[in-house]
């Protein structure tokens, strides 16, 4: 079955948004490391600090090499991307970290448990949940930023 034009066109702009979204994540996971644990601050102004540098980071790359401009001026798009991209950071993401990391650890004191019991364990127990946490955040805001910078961002 022939992939149409269009359709790789989809295939070849998700495959550019996933190399950003993986270099985007490193830098995020990096500086939200480095805020929790070498300047020990607390794990939301951590994912504050860290996202709102990723988030500058994922613009720049987004409208550069994944959406190609769009028909909107860089200020109309910049405005409208901070304003999708901070509801998946500062309210989707902080809340699942708070959530898991904070007020419900159980599920991700489990996983934690698994990698003690496998012998895989290299770091703190509070690394895997704060980790893990944010894992679980940075996909939902990912799959949040994805819907609404095709159809409200870059269109």
Request: aromatic share 14%; net charge positive.
């Amino acid at each position: 079955m022939a992939v149409s034009e269009k359709n790789k066109g989809r295939i070849k702009q998700a495959g550019k948004f996933g190399v950003v979204g993986v270099a985007n994540t490193f830098l995020d996971f990096f500086i939200f490391n480095f805020c929790s644990k070498f300047l020990r601050l607390a794990l939301i102004p951590s994912n504050t600090i860290s996202t709102t540098i990723a988030m500058t980071f994922s613009f720049i790359a987004n409208r550069k090499v994944v959406f190609k401009d769009g028909d909107r001026t860089a200020t109309h798009q910049a405005l409208i991307f901070f304003a999708v991209t901070a509801f998946g950071l500062y309210v989707l993401q902080n809340g699942i970290i708070h959530l898991l990391a904070i007020t419900w650890p159980g599920p991700l004191l489990g996983v934690v448990k698994a990698i003690r019991h496998l012998g895989l364990s290299m770091f703190s127990d509070a690394f895997y949940v704060n980790n893990g946490a944010k894992a679980v955040g940075t996909v939902a805001s990912l799959a949040w930023n994805f819907i609404m910078y095709k159809k409200v961002v870059f269109r």
